[in-house]
């Protein structure tokens, strides 16, 4: 079983930064995907970026969405189980609940119970 905490949301102006944590407890050394989904109201929830370990293959590596790409930087820390997502250049558009998820190596799937980022014009 994994836990799955995000904290560092809020309220923040048009142009502003943000850096969600995800604090990841349990058997977190299966986890092979980490990543960062979001949802604004009546919307669908949507992936932001995800990053993948799977050493030797091509699979490994960062993937974004058109909409966090040159903006949000995703990063994990193996030490302290706990994976970042870096946001710059905020826009009101990125006004969502963000939701951590994880995927384990052998497909079970997690996700956290989602943190509030607004962001004012």
């Known amino acids: 079983q994994v836990n799955l905490v995000e904290s560092g949301g809020g309220l923040v102006h048009s142009g502003g930064s943000l850096t969600l944590s995800c604090a990841a407890s349990?058997?977190?050394?299966?986890?092979?995907?980490m990543g960062w989904y979001r949802q604004a109201p009546g919307e669908q929830r949507d992936l932001v970026a995800t990053?993948?370990?799977?050493?030797?293959?091509?699979?490994?590596?960062?993937n974004y969405a058109d909409s966090a790409k040159g903006r949000f930087t995703i990063s994990r820390d193996y030490l302290k189980d706990t994976t970042y997502l870096r946001m710059d250049g905020l826009k009101p558009e990125d006004t969502a609940v963000y939701y951590c998820?994880?995927?384990?190596?052998?497909?079970?799937?997690?996700w956290g119970q989602g943190i509030q980022v607004t962001v004012s014009s």
């Open positions: 998820t994880a995927r384990s190596r052998t497909g079970l799937e997690y």
């Open positions: 349990g058997r977190t050394l299966s986890l092979n995907v």
């Open positions: 990053i993948t370990d799977l050493p030797g293959t091509k699979l490994s590596g960062t």
